[in-house]
């Protein structure tokens, strides 16, 4: 025939599935897609014919381990048809192996031991010992960070972006096992190109990983190639971050936004390859074949995004009310913006003794909050708490926090508060200054506002300090009393100016 023939057989010795391909390859038949334990193999073993003289190839490892084959053995062939010699391959139990198989030596017709179901039930075992030491020494939601950035384009490093991205794990309660970086242009199809992918894909099999994240925004057609290519969840950052601001939101205006940003988002990934999505509906009597069920649910989506948009704008409303009395009452405004994690909660809390929530932790604090703060001769402000902002906030968030973000349109003073402490401060203070850009912020007064300086060695320069920026600790109250005076200044001389 000149072709490869291949069965899969249970432990039994029952053939369950026969296949023929061609000179080179064999396709694997649709296996239920169901998660194998991962200390359970599929009590399937893949025996297969080469029709040429080479031992086991990269496919035949990558379709044992991608279906947790119990082996896969390939059998080379006389020009009768009898068999030459077999080389069979098993899965690593060891997690931190090299490679996740052990190929075992060539072998000749009658060299084959009796003893394959001990082997198997003894591999399972080990597998079993290796998963429950994962489990006592390792929490669940493994990961297996990707990242692909084309050196062409200019921006922060490879590594200060997945360093961020291990932050943004950290906060969704993720642990990162592996992280891999690649510098050329992402590919087209699968980010990585198939190898690259395999090699991803293999190393999470073998160390027991349940999440891929990718450090970029995934096409809807990439994340289904990457998701058929592998049994693992896929996902990009911008479900990461979408993820985040789902657990972390707390007033009824972050949820909507939230949940309007995750409909915008996975309205173009419903996929008409979903069996259940594409089957026809309308019933006796329709005209034409009716809607399909993609359909149906690309409008569902599309309602709900309107509903969702219009409640918005009757919050959007409250609060332009809310704007204007503080207006007629000459209350000035003062909005705290910063990359998020600078500390900005932590400040609100130390100038108005609040407990806002403030932990060390991307995004730990989504909610607009407000506070007054009052000054000798009746005076007093208004202090208002802002979401942080990130490199690449995705565009969906953009939008859907624009209608929070745009008070700061009406703010009297802005400070923007940085970490001193980070040392990609400067990268920071310029993304939160192109966002403050895309909002049209630019004519507001800003004071800049450099906090953590306790976490400042002696032998590091403070950052550059002139009568536009402030140096604080927010957590050990250094430096507030002179912050809050520069902001009277400011305030009171501005409003002597207008009167």
């Known amino acids: 025939m000149g072709r490869q023939v291949g069965v899969l057989i249970d432990r039994l010795g029952y053939v369950q599935y026969l296949m023929v391909g061609d000179d080179h390859s064999l396709e ?4 239920a897609r169901l998660r194998v334990s991962n200390t359970r193999l599929r009590g399937l073993r893949l025996f297969h014919i080469h029709t040429k003289d080479d031992p086991l190839d990269q496919e035949d490892l990558m379709d044992m ?3 947790r084959f119990d082996s896969v053995t390939a059998c080379q062939i006389t020009s009768e048809g009898l068999p030459k010699a077999f080389f069979t391959a098993f899965l690593n139990p060891d997690p931190e192996a090299k490679e996740a198989w052990i190929i075992k030596g060539r072998e000749l017709p009658g060299q084959l031991s009796d003893d394959y179901l001990e082997e198997i039930q003894s591999l399972e075992e080990q597998f079993r010992r290796s998963a429950s030491f994962l489990k006592e020494s390792r929490p669940e939601n493994r990961a ?6 084309d050196p062409r384009k200019k921006g922060r490093s490879p590594e200060n972006s997945i360093a961020e991205l291990k932050e943004l794990c950290k906060t969704a309660g993720v642990t990162v096992v592996e992280t891999t970086i690649q510098r050329k242009p992402p590919d087209p199809s699968t980010v990585l190109g198939k190898g690259k992918l395999q090699e991803v894909i293999i190393k ?3 160390k027991n990983v349940e999440l891929l994240i990718f450090d970029l925004d995934l096409s809807p057609s990439q994340a289904k190639k990457i998701s058929d290519a592998s049994d693992l969840k896929i996902i990009d950052r911008t479900q990461l971050i979408l993820d985040i601001f789902s657990k972390n939101a707390k007033s009824r205006d972050g949820k909507l936004q939230v949940e309007l940003a995750q409909l915008k988002y996975l309205k173009p990934r419903l996929s008409e390859l979903d069996d259940n999505m594409s089957r026809l509906t309308g019933g006796i009597g329709g005209r034409g074949p009716g809607e399909t069920k993609l359909e149906i649910g690309k409008r569902r989506v599309e309602e709900k995004i309107n ?4 409640q918005l704008k009757a919050l959007k409303q409250r609060r332009s009310l809310n704007r204007r009395w503080r207006s007629r009452n000459e209350i000035p405004v003062v909005g705290i913006v910063g990359y998020t994690n600078a500390g900005k909660s932590t400040l609100l809390n130390a100038l108005t003794n609040s407990e806002v929530i403030a932990e060390d932790k ?4 989504l909610d607009p909050t407000t506070r007054r703060i009052r000054f000798p001769e009746e005076r007093e402000i208004i202090l208002s708490d802002t979401v942080g902002f990130i490199h690449d906030l995705p565009p969906d968030l953009t939008h859907a926090f624009r209608a929070t973000l745009e008070e700061l349109g009406d703010a009297d003073l802005l400070l923007h508060v940085v970490d001193a402490s980070n040392p990609l401060y400067s990268e920071q203070m310029g993304a939160v200054e192109k966002i403050l850009q895309d909002l049209d912020l630019q004519a507001v007064p800003r004071l800049t506002v450099f906090n953590k300086i306790d976490s400042i060695s002696d032998d590091e320069e403070l950052p550059f300090h002139d009568q536009d920026t402030m140096l604080v600790s927010a957590e050990k109250k250094l430096g507030l009393e002179s912050l809050l005076d520069r902001i009277e200044s400011i305030l009171w001389s501005k409003v002597l100016q207008e009167g």
Do not use: C, I, K
């Open 28 to 31: 694997m038949p649709s296996l």
């Open 65 to 67: 381990v991608l279906n």
């Open 144 to 149: 297996f960070l990707v990242g692909s950035y």
């Open 204 to 206: 999470s099999v073998q």
């Open 307 to 310: 509903r969702l948009e219009n």
């Open 362 to 365: 991307l995004f730990a604090t």
